[in-house]
Structures are given as C-alpha cells and as structure tokens.
T-cell receptor, first 115, second 111 residues
Framework: GAVVSQHPSWVICKSGTSVKIECRSLDFQATTMFWYRQFPKQSLMLMATSNEGSKATYEQGVEKDKFLINHASLTLSTLTVTSAHPEDSSFYIC???????????FGPGTRLTVL | GENVEQHPSTLSVQEGDSAVIKCTYSDSASNYFPWYKQELGKRPQLIIDIRSNVGEKKDQRIAVTLNKTAKHFSLHITETQPEDSAVYFCAASMRSSELVFGKGMKLTVNP
C-alpha cells in the first residue's frame, strides 16, 4: 500500500511551548489529509480535514487557533499545537487520501507528552 | 452526519476459531467501508475495504460483507492466529469525505 510518514514519532515538551508535527505522503499525491487524535484504548477522533491550498475544516470542539494546520503542497500537511498544555498529551495520527485510489492511509502517529 | 456503531467491543477466541465483527452505519449515502487493524502504539493498517456496489469481498482469511438495506457490514476472520490479536476499527464514508470510525474491537486470539 501507499506510504505516509509522520515526524516526529514522539515528542516531550514543556507546558506553553508549541510543537509542529509533519505528515507526508511519500509515493502519491494527497489533496486531502486528515488529522486525528487518539486517547488510550479509544477510537480515532477526527480533528480537522486539510485540503491542499485552502483552509482546514475543523470538527466541532476543536480550537483552530490552538491546532494550526497548513497543507502547503500535495504531499505535506503540518499540525502545530500552540501553547501546549498537559491535557494536549495524546497520540496524533494523520492520514492522507490517495485521490486516484480513493483510499486513506495512515501515518505512524506522533505521541505528544506535555509536561 | 454519519454515525458508526461497532460491536462487540472485545472478543476472545481460541486459535483456529473464526471471529466476526459487526458494524452499523446511519447514513444511506455512505458508499465506502474500510476495516483497519491497529496494534498497540502503531498506526491503523487498512486490511480490507468494500464499496457499496458489491455485497462481499474476500482476501485469504479475511472477508467483509455489506448489507445496504440494513445498513450493516461485517468483518469475518477465519482460522485465527495469535498475530491477529489487535484492535479492529470499521469505518464508513461517502466518496471524498472523511472517514467516521466505530469505537473499535479488541480481538484476543489465545494460543
């Protein structure tokens, strides 16, 4: 299947700092990328949909000023958690939609720990 | 919007037995139904998917069935092996839209 990379795989930061997570589709063009958050033993919760060249669409309850999303190219989307707090600690997973195959592939995830 | 229900939430089987996971969806416009397997701390991996123009799809020990009238779809795993132990998520979507996931089912295959 198609490959989606995510960087970093884990990060530990102090409260109040910002963290940027990158999501890349390595062998296909992804006009749409999705950002999910997953708490332990729970399902994936969609945070936002990122379309190349346009503003992201955020799900209800997700603060767009806190979770900044940029989808600058057909292979890269970034999620920046601004002024992170301990409650933002979670597993963040991106997925990219292969436009031709109309299938979503997930990145390996980023485990964020805010101290 | 779409709502996906998945059950059971946990299932334990003996190696070699079959396992069935059932999901229901609410939006009749949904036409794409993938299944993902997620091992602890890893990414969800697409294992099989089905589109609304077919009723059944099989890939070796895995099969998925879709009943559009009843709005439910199921994953069947035959001859289970310990490495099948994981959390399985069903999902539904309309073309080009976001996936809506079920809550997941933890499958344990006992040797």
């Amino acid at each position: 299947g198609a490959v989606v990379s995510q960087h970093p795989s884990w990060v530990i930061c102090k409260s109040g700092t910002s963290v940027k997570i990158e999501c890349r589709s390595l062998d296909f063009q992804a006009t749409t990328m999705f950002w999910y958050r997953q708490f332990p033993k729970q399902s994936l919760m969609l945070m936002a949909t990122s379309n190349e060249g346009s503003k992201a669409t955020y799900e209800q309850g997700v603060e767009k000023d806190k979770f900044l999303i940029n989808h600058a190219s057909l292979t890269l989307s970034t999620l920046t958690v601004t002024s992170a707090h301990p409650e933002d600690s979670s597993f963040y997973i991106c997925s990219a939609r292969d436009r031709l195959a109309d299938t979503q592939y997930f990145g390996p995830g980023t485990r964020l720990t805010v101290l | 919007g779409e709502n996906v229900e998945q059950h059971p939430s946990t299932l334990s089987v003996q190696e070699g037995d079959s396992a069935v996971i059932k999901c229901t969806y609410s939006d009749s416009a949904s036409n794409y139904f993938p299944w993902y397997k997620q091992e602890l701390g890893k990414r969800p991996q697409l294992i099989i998917d089905i589109r609304s123009n077919v009723g059944e799809k099989k890939d070796q020990r895995i099969a998925v069935t879709l009943n559009k009238t009843a709005k439910h779809f199921s994953l069947h795993i035959t001859e289970t092996q310990p490495e099948d132990s994981a959390v399985y998520f069903c999902a539904a979507s309309m073309r080009s839209s976001e996936l809506v996931f079920g809550k997941g089912m933890k499958l344990t295959v006992n040797p």
